[in-house]
């Protein structure tokens, strides 16, 4: 058994069990690659691939566990190299950032400038996703940290930080009804309701809420987008519910939000990264910077 045995088996994972792209990715032609995988199942005793005919489908059991394995030593290679660069004070470099269009644009622009300050010959590399994907992203080493409020909590291998918790309002048309007497879930559930995609920036919390009033969560459009909400409110298609954060008084001038805090439960902002990650000094500072937006975000909030 060598390294590029085991490095071929990850990037059978990475490629889907494209046999050819694996062998590419390591500089070896298909016919190298297959040779390799025989030779190592020879030396397991065991086979680690699924197959039907010629086809490579999944990983065997013992396929699956080495595969754990193998996860584990490429974190520890990973975290070598960094530890080298940052020995060396190396300020060339990548900052990998996986996060939603809500954080993206209402939490990092201040961190971000405050980085580039900092560290100008750093390249930030951001990617907008799904809460699920974007933990997809970290365990696959195509993103250093996480930003998002949904779904961290239930991954035991992240090290979470909260940031700042918030909450949601309704945001309608200036004169609208529901700025005119009390709010309540049964007469915001008796308009049309536009908010996030299931998974997206407190939904979850928006559910559970009017689950608990027995009420029906009746959404005609759901989005990612605080924005894309906000424009469909504009056209008259019903009352938006996004983050307090996305309401900007100055852009959003000709329309008005309604604060619904009491009644659906606060969310919170979490930074998440692996635990066994070897966090380089560039990333501690951006995630102090983070922290400090953060709490001034709580304070103005």
């Not at 918790?165 to 536009?194: C, Q, Y």
């Amino acid at each position: 058994m060598n390294f590029s045995q085991l490095e071929l088996l990850r990037l059978l994972d990475e490629t889907k069990f494209n046999l050819s792209k694996a062998g590419e990715k390591l500089g070896i032609v298909q016919s190298a690659a297959s040779r390799q995988i025989q030779l190592l199942e020879e030396e397991f005793g065991s086979p680690v691939l699924l197959r039907a005919g010629k086809k490579i489908t999944g990983f065997t059991p013992l396929g699956a566990r080495i595969m754990a394995e193998i996860e584990h030593i490429d974190l520890a290679r990973r975290n070598m190299q960094t530890i080298a660069k940052d020995y060396r004070d190396n300020r060339n470099g990548t900052l990998h950032i996986a996060t939603t269009h809500t954080q993206a644009k209402y939490l990092l622009p201040n961190p971000i400038r405050n980085f580039r300050l900092q560290y100008p010959g750093i390249k930030i590399y951001m990617v907008q996703s799904s809460p699920g994907e974007i933990i997809d992203l970290l365990h696959h080493h195509k993103a250093d940290i996480a930003i998002c409020t949904e779904k961290l909590d239930a991954d035991d291998r992240l090290v979470i930080t909260p940031c700042y918790d918030w909450h949601h309002v309704a945001i309608v048309p200036k004169n609208h009804p529901l700025t005119m007497s009390g709010i309540s879930l049964e007469r915001l559930a008796s308009f049309p309701l536009l908010t996030y995609s299931p998974g997206y920036t407190g939904r979850s919390n928006i559910e559970k809420a009017f689950k608990s009033a027995g009420l029906n969560l009746d959404v005609m459009l759901s989005a990612a987008d605080s924005d894309v909400i906000k424009t469909y409110v504009r056209l008259g298609l019903g009352v938006g519910i996004i983050a307090s954060t996305s309401y900007e008084p100055g852009n959003d001038s000709d329309l008005q939000a309604v604060d619904l805090s009491q009644h659906i439960p606060r969310s919170r902002t979490k930074v998440a990264y692996l635990k066994e990650l070897y966090l380089p000094s560039y990333l501690k500072y951006f995630i102090g910077e983070l922290l400090t937006q953060s709490n001034q975000t709580v304070t103005k909030s």
